[in-house]
């Protein structure tokens, strides 16, 4: 599995967000992990940080669904503005606790969004997010069959 430099995390949940830092720590996934409680605050975060230090810009988002003031989808709807340049960098994976097959095929419609995890976040779905093999929503699909 080959380490990235910037992973990002989306979710209202502080203690969510740091089991999810320190699975992605013991997996090695990215060698810097960033966390935002707030769907509104991680926009302005990561605008900031493409105007000034492109190169830091996340290479992944953990995307969470249900957040107060701004959820998921709405985040999505802003950053799919963002510049080309930055969304090529950039893949989303929706990190949620909903099992809804609406959200699935909702996340699927958007372009960034390259998988859809079912809390919690876990190593082996690190294994297969980081593997040069990495089948847009494969870990979805295997999740769905578990239900």
Known sequence: MKTIKHAFLVDDDAVINMINTR?????KLATKVSAVT??????????????????????IIFLDINMPDMDGWEFLS??????DEALAKCKVVMLTSSIDLFDIKK???????QDYIIKPLQLRMLDTLGSPKHAPFSISQLQVKEI
């Open 23 to 27: 699975v992605i720590k013991i997996g």
């Open 38 to 59: 707030d769907a509104k605050e991680a926009l302005a975060q990561l605008d900031a940080l493409w105007l000034s230090s492109p190169e830091e810009f996340p290479e």
């Open 78 to 83: 802003v950053l799919k503005n963002f510049p």
């Open 107 to 113: 996340a699927r419609s958007y372009k960034i969004v």
